[in-house]
């Protein structure tokens, strides 16, 4: 489906679930902010007997869904959302890099393999902009590309994929580990693989929360075109948030990147090309106080961390690029992690839990790069492969 209009409000929070639900499953709509756009509250009201309801969402086949789940959601997109089997040899919980190659990996094995991804399949490659560093590609390859391949491949060799569906659970009984997900349904398995990855960190001030997806954001390929020929504040020196700054430059007026530290931490290619663009600014020495707004962001206070002089800015939007956090609240105590939450794994890539692997950026010690991730993918498939055998 090409052509989905969502009608909403940047102050409501079922509208923002539903246009990163779409984003994450990267299915273009169109976006009508019923408060801007006041001629479209008339239609609203026409299709919900009289009611403002949002958001209200129109489909290309002109069916409607108002204050859709995204289970709802996903059933609507066609996506599956409940395996085929009741058991399998290996359970992925993750469709990263990381899980496909390991999933494509076992599947060559002729393992039963199924795949769990809260999201969209790809990960946080999928809504990259662009891979320039990923081997095989001379002139790299767009995210969204590079994850249709990487399914496709899956796909091929027989893994079966699940999109929109969350775990919630994992637990051991006897030879077999049984994976929960949220909507109630059960999964045994021989073997577990944990790549879920990480998320982006929050800065955790005052107003964050109050306006992520309403003038904060975490992903420049799914928010930025909002921006177009505006100015924008990216916080972060890093390399993530000097490429995203790089990326945002190509269609908003202004870029600012706000550093914390005395210089960026970016590397040297990465903060030569910020240098030579016209369009960014760098400041270093800066934290972020605190944003405020009326339903959506329009001011960000900042302080000098060297003079604790404090200033006002009023960007139209605002992308935080300051590291990530893994994915691993979720998970029992069994299995150990670190004080940031990331596994702790053997040199067999095994968990404390017998029988649960886990690889990729949810793991202490990976680095965080998506060649890597696929690396560490073959290598759990091969340590996954070992231990079937044994046990």
Known sequence: MEKITVYGATWCPDCTRAKQFLGEQRIHYTWIDIEQQTEYQTYVESVNNGKRIIPTIVFEDSSILVEPSNAQLAQKLGLQTQAKMSYYDLIIIGGGPTGLTT????????MNVLVIEKANLGGQAAITERLDNFPGF???????????R????????????????????????????????????EY?????????????????????????????????????????????????????????????????????????????????????????NPKIKVLTDV????????????????????????????PAGVFVFIGLQPNSAWLPAEIKRDEVGFLMTSTNLETSMAGVFAAGDVRKGSTKQAASAAGEGATAALMIREYLRTN
């Open 103 to 110: 999933a494509l990996y076992g599947a060559r094995e002729g």
């Open 287 to 314: 934290e972020v106080k605190s944003f405020s707004g009326n339903g959506k962001l329009n001011t960000v206070n900042i302080k000098n961390r060297k003079t604790d002089e404090e200033a006002i800015i009023h």
């Open 150 to 185: 990487l399914s496709r491949q899956a796909a091929r060799f027989g893994v079966e994929m699940l999109k929109a569906q969350e775990v919630i659970g994992i637990r051991a009984e006897d030879e077999s580990r049984y994976v929960k997900t949220a909507d109630g349904n």
């Open 138 to 148: 001379p002139d790299g390859i767009s995210g969204a590309e590079f994850a249709e």
């Open 188 to 276: 045994g398995t021989r073997a577990v693989l944990i790549a879920t990855g990480s998320k982006y960190r929050r800065l955790n001030v005052p107003g964050e929360s109050d306006f992520i997806g309403a003038g904060i954001h975490f992903c420049a390929t799914c928010d930025g075109p909002f921006y177009k020929g505006k100015e924008v504040v990216v916080v972060g020196g890093g390399n993530s948030a000097g490429e995203e700054s790089l990326f945002l430059a190509r269609f908003v007026e202004k870029v600012t990147i706000l550093a914390r530290g005395e210089a960026l931490s970016a590397s040297k290619v990465v903060a030569d090309n910020l240098a030579d």
